[in-house]
């Protein structure tokens, strides 16, 4: 099963760099059905972790945080497609987003308490703030107008920087988890990136690509920690 793990890493990032190639053509039906059979990939990763190892809720957690993802990568491409139905599809897919970090975050707190270490998740959380003011004022040098949806943004970014900071403490104490590390870190890099494009104007054809290749990266490799570590 380990084979079909590294194949299905490798179908992910196939699918998304000819999705990418699709989408900067001619957003629809079959840039959103390559969208979703690579997010179904790393999706996949997760279900055979679960498969391989038995179940277990920090497993369980992974995966429907994955799923979430999926969801979510569904609705952020209805936004490209439909473009007058473009706010409802946002707030929609960055709250998918939202809770899938959730989830990741639930299991992280899990694996803290296991390790008698919950301290590291309020110091985490402390970070994330200061994270988050330093993005925010990032932002506003980078000219990035989230308009309207300034307050979700700015929770969204929240979570996301926490969900990094909470990564690294696991990594620090189990050097395994340095994958899960990256993989978030990927996942902020990717989202920075969609901020340029989305609040920044930024149209350029090879952001689709970075935004995209980063993100299923940090996913599959959240995934695969599924697999080789928990």
């Not at 490798?10 to 053509?25: A, P, Q, S």
């Not at 920075?192 to 995209?212: A, D, E, P, R």
Request: hydrophobic letters at 60%.
């Amino acid at each position: 099963m380990m084979v079909a793990t590294y194949l299905f890493f490798g179908l992910c990032i196939l699918l998304t760099v000819v999705f990418c190639i699709v989408r900067t053509k001619k957003p629809g039906a079959v840039s959103l059905t390559l969208k979703t059979l690579a997010s179904l990939c790393f999706v996949m990763i997760a279900v055979i972790g679960l498969c391989l190892k038995g179940f277990s809720v920090t497993r369980l957690l992974f995966l429907i945080g994955g799923l979430f993802g999926l969801a979510g990568d569904v609705l952020l491409d209805l936004k490209i497609m439909y473009p007058e139905k473009s706010n409802p599809y946002f707030i929609s897919g960055t709250l998918s987003f939202f809770a899938g970090h959730v989830f990741y975050m639930t299991a992280s707190v899990i694996l803290l308490v296991q390790a008698n270490s919950i301290w590291m998740f309020f110091l985490a959380l402390l970070i994330g703030v200061l994270l988050t003011v330093l993005i925010t004022l990032s932002s506003k040098k980078m000219k990035l107008d989230f308009g309207e949806h300034k307050t979700l943004v700015y929770m969204y970014t929240y979570i996301l920087t926490s969900m990094l900071c909470v990564s690294v403490m696991i990594a620090i104490l189990s050097p395994i988890f340095w994958v899960f590390a990256a993989g978030m870190l990927l996942f902020l890099v990717s989202d920075l990136v969609l901020s340029m494009q989305y609040f920044g104007g930024n149209t350029k054809k090879i952001m689709v690509y970075i935004n995209h290749i980063l993100y299923y990266l940090s996913q599959c490799l959240i995934a695969l920690l599924v697999v080789i570590a928990l």
